[in-house]
């Protein structure tokens, strides 16, 4: 017996049913080909949760040794960050562009509403502001380097102000430094330094607070004002 998924294309399982007798075989087969025609006839809900697409294979990319971090740009586009550098990938037709080349890429965040890809790369890990129609093989211009993230470990996003505008966390040693993204030159403006307990090891933005993570637990702080921290440690 030959299965798959009912409303998917992907890929087929085999089962195999031993039966005592020519007679006992074909009555097994004739059972299975009734449930699948009520099946057919009944509209299925789709469980489908997300569908598994392949973005490249080395015979596209010779080049990149290995990829460090990706993210997501839209339903058609997709972008990598490698060793080598940062890469543009259109899905629907398979095309490959750099956007920048000679630089190591750690994390790489979309943040369309801003228009922005936020990387983290280079010798030196800094964080780079990059306008999102580099993507699409536009000049880099506006390219901005966040100077004060030098030897930044990680950086997180997100909304601030009831979502009217939206902050860039970055977290450099025992400090965190938040941005709140704009429509300047800069595309940046910091609005607070903070001191952290230990060195930032993950970071996330959500519901005006960050949290940044440690080996042996994590911090909440207000993004805004002077709020009051709050600290959990986790058991081992």
Known sequence: VVASAYNSDGPQFQLLILTETP???RRWVSVLRELKKALSQTEQPVRTIYTAKEVYDSSQLEFVRETTCAAVVDSERVVIGTEEGLYGVELSDDAVLAVEKEKRVYQVEVIPDEQLVVVLSGRQKHVRLYPLAALDG??????????????????????VRQGVTNCLCVGVKKKVFVYELNKTKLKHRKIKEMVTQKETQWMGVFGGRLCVGYASGFVLYAVQGEGQSLSKKCGV
Do not use: D, H, T
């Open 23 to 25: 007679n006992e075989q």
């Open 138 to 159: 536009q000049q880099l211009e506006g390219v901005v380097k966040i100077q004060e993230s030098k030897g930044a470990q990680v950086f997180a996003w997100g909304p």
